[in-house]
């Protein structure tokens, strides 16, 4: 009796186990890909899970691989493309609302949505079909501290850039005008709008990034401005494959990473 009761609680957790609902595989011709999705991103992980059971990545390409960076799949078009095919450009139609979340950051093996940039998309919506792995790198910590202020100077001058585009016919007339009063009015108007955008944007590493990006590694420049919704619980390693493959101009592998199924 007490073995047919053991034997029953056995299979009740490899039942529970094998049926976590936040866990999907990754099936490629290179191999399987395990990742866990979070519950505190549920848009982007009920998206997920909904077009894995829809079987949307079957036949889909990783079209996009860059080493010690990401491999990117999620183009519709990728499905039965020819060699040196230009991949990238279309995606499901909807976006999704984005879910940024300062605990979950770009280590290696970070499981995130990719996006169209800033200008067109000031909310940071998240492609509806669109994901990508982080392979990234190890940075020593001087190294890190001085990328650090490489990317939040970027995230300055993009700013500046765009409100000073925004202003760009107002600046312009007040400067024909020789309107020194109004021109200095408008120039304060964008720095005190820079000063308010550039500290909600600004990135600031927490200890739990640093020692990520100075251990295992990651890509550290994405952070807070993409949605991360998972991470790889298994098969780092095929990320890594996929990443190291020979490719195009345009980063296409020259061997095509299939996705087979997603379970």
């Known amino acids: 009796m007490k ?12 039942s529970c186990e094998k049926k ?9 011709n290179f191999g399987d890909i395990k990742v866990r999705l979070y ?31 990401m491999i990117q799949a999620g183009d519709p078009d990728s499905k039965h493309a020819q060699a040196g095919e230009v991949l990238g450009g279309n995606s499901i139609n909807y976006m999704i609302d984005a879910e940024i979340r300062p605990e979950f950051f770009h280590k290696k093996g970070a499981l995130a949505a990719a996006r169209e940039g800033d200008e067109v ?4 919506k998240s492609s509806g079909s669109h994901f990508y792995i982080v392979q990234g790198k190890v940075f020593r910590p001087s190294e890190l501290d001085s990328l650090v202020v490489k990317i939040n100077d970027r995230r300055r001058q993009t700013i500046l850039n765009r409100l000073k585009k925004e202003k760009e016919v107002e600046l312009r007339a007040y400067e024909l005008m020789k309107d020194q009063e109004n021109l200095n009015l408008i120039e304060q108007e964008i720095n005190d709008q820079l000063k308010q955008l ?30 991360v ?35």
């Open 3 to 14: 073995c047919v009761l053991l034997s029953f609680f056995v299979l009740l957790f490899w």
């Open 20 to 28: 976590d609902p936040n866990v999907v595989i990754i099936q490629t």
């Open 39 to 69: 519950e505190q991103t549920p848009g982007h992980r009920d998206n997920f899970l909904k077009l894995t059971k829809e079987g949307y990545y079957e036949g889909i390409l990783f079209h996009r691989v860059i080493p010690h960076f």
């Open 121 to 124: 998309n000031p909310l940071k």
């Open 198 to 227: 550039f500290e909600k944007g600004k990135l600031t590493l927490t200890e739990a990034q640093k020692e990520a990006y100075t251990t295992v590694g990651g890509v550290p420049h994405l952070d807070g401005d993409y949605t």
């Open 229 to 263: 919704f998972g991470e790889v619980i298994e098969g780092q390693d095929i990320v890594d494959r996929i990443a190291a493959l020979k490719r195009d101009e345009r980063d296409r592998p020259l061997k095509d990473v299939v996705i087979l199924k997603m379970k």
